[in-house]
């Protein structure tokens, strides 16, 4: 993997995460996990950009091999189009109107199904419903 510019950790990363990702043993993985294994790898692709690199949204359509799985992280590692945590946390503070670490649950539901990678309606009130009955004002 010298040719793609990978570092032995990062090969090494690779491989144990294919091989969890590789349920039945036979030395492939669905592309419907080429996401999860990447994320393993301490990667964070966009939806779009797992898709670009030949990742899939359903299960069973196309079955990777290890080799090809090198050089569809390798264009994650490369894209510009990521994300972290932090990054997220930076977002949520420009929200909080009060700096009291808070912000109108309304608000943060709007950012939740509308911005980024978009969860659905139920999704998200799925996610909120714990804060929403002990919070009367902000989450």
Not at 55 to 83: I, T
């Amino acid at each position: 993997m010298a040719e793609l510019g990978l570092k032995k950790k990062e090969i090494d990363a690779i491989e144990f995460a294919f091989d969890v990702y590789d349920f039945k043993g036979d030395g492939n993985v669905d592309a419907f996990y080429a996401g999860d294994l990447i994320r393993a790898c301490n990667l964070n692709p966009t939806l779009k950009t797992i898709n670009e690199v030949g990742g899939q949204a359903e299960k069973g359509k196309k079955m990777l091999s290890k080799a090809e799985v090198y050089p569809m992280y390798k264009a994650c590692k490369d894209s510009k189009d990521q994300g972290g945590f932090h990054d997220f946390v930076e977002i949520l503070k420009l929200y909080d109107k009060n700096d009291d670490n808070t912000m109108i649950g309304n608000e943060l539901f709007r950012l939740l199904t509308n911005l980024g990678e978009k969860l659905s309606k139920e999704e998200a009130k799925s996610l909120m419903s714990p804060w929403e009955t002990r919070h009367t004002r902000g989450i």
